[in-house]
């Protein structure tokens, strides 16, 4: 059976290591997640990441794998080349070992008011009936509420990379989320949208789409809060 390869790049200097796991002691369908536990268990316990659920609802165990942003306990080995190599997110700092510092994303998630504002404050802070919607209501955000903030988009964007004062894709997706319900009715959010620093940063490249795990589509949401702000300029 062999042995498998597994390349570990920790920290802010991403100082690599190399570990060697033996074939027959891992099925295909363990996770990147599960290899990464069993290396702490039985051969590093220095090795730092972070992790929770472990069923793809968290977000937190978020790392490079192979070149692209994934999370480790979605990650399966049989769709894996190998040796696999395994980094901290990028555009991002990093804390320690693999573990991510979140800091400026979850800053720029929270700048553009991710909450409901209802017309009434009063009601909104004592409602006395519920807040209905159609179907059709619903559908217009319900894809894009979806998103765990695990920062995977938002290490995949080129823009990110570049102009670290954009908002980023997970930013920007959670505000439409807001401004395409219903039930709100706040005018601050989409002045916050409508900047350099805003949604014309984007340039479409769609890599955020490509790594979500769960399908929430950022580069859509991006697109739509562009035609929802010229429609209201009109």
Same mark, same amino acid.
């Given at each position: #059976?062999?042995? !498998? ?26 996770? %990147? ?21 472990? #069923?793809? !609802?968290?977000?937190?165990?978020? #790392? ?7 999370? +480790? ?12 190599? /395994? ?11 693999? %573990? ?17 504002? +209802? ?50 894709? +997970?930013? /920007? ?6 401004? +395409? ?6 005018? !601050? ?21 490509? %790594? ?11 697109? !739509? ?10």
């Amino acid at each position: #059976m062999g042995k !498998l390869v597994v390349k570990v790049l920790e920290g802010k200097e991403k100082r690599e290591k190399q570990y060697e796991v033996m074939r027959e002691e891992l099925d295909p369908y363990t996770t %990147v997640l599960e290899l990464l536990l069993k290396i702490r268990e039985e051969q590093d316990p220095s090795l730092v990441l972070r992790y929770s659920c472990r #069923m793809a !609802l968290c977000g937190s165990c978020g #790392m490079i794998i192979n070149g692209r942003p994934r999370l +480790a306990c979605l990650t399966k080995m049989k769709d894996l080349d190998e040796p696999i190599r /395994i980094e901290p997110l990028k555009n991002v700092g990093t804390i320690r070992g693999l %573990v991510p510092d979140l800091s400026s994303f979850f800053s720029k998630y929270r700048k553009v008011r991710p909450f409901l504002v +209802a017309k009434d404050e009063e009601e909104q802070e004592s409602p006395k009936s519920p807040y209905r919607q159609t179907d059709e209501e619903v559908k217009r955000y319900l894809q894009f509420n979806y998103c765990i903030q695990c920062g995977l988009c938002y290490s995949a964007c080129p823009v990110v990379s570049s102009n670290p004062n954009f908002l980023g894709p +997970a930013a /920007i997706n959670v505000a439409y989320r807001y401004t +395409a319900d219903s039930r709100d009715s706040d005018k !601050l959010r989409v002045l916050l949208l409508d900047t350099p620093n805003g949604v014309w940063s984007c340039r479409v490249a769609g890599s955020c789409s490509v %790594v979500c795990p769960k399908g929430v589509d950022p580069s859509l949401s991006i697109q !739509l809060a562009k035609s929802l702000i010229l429609r209201r300029k009109i």
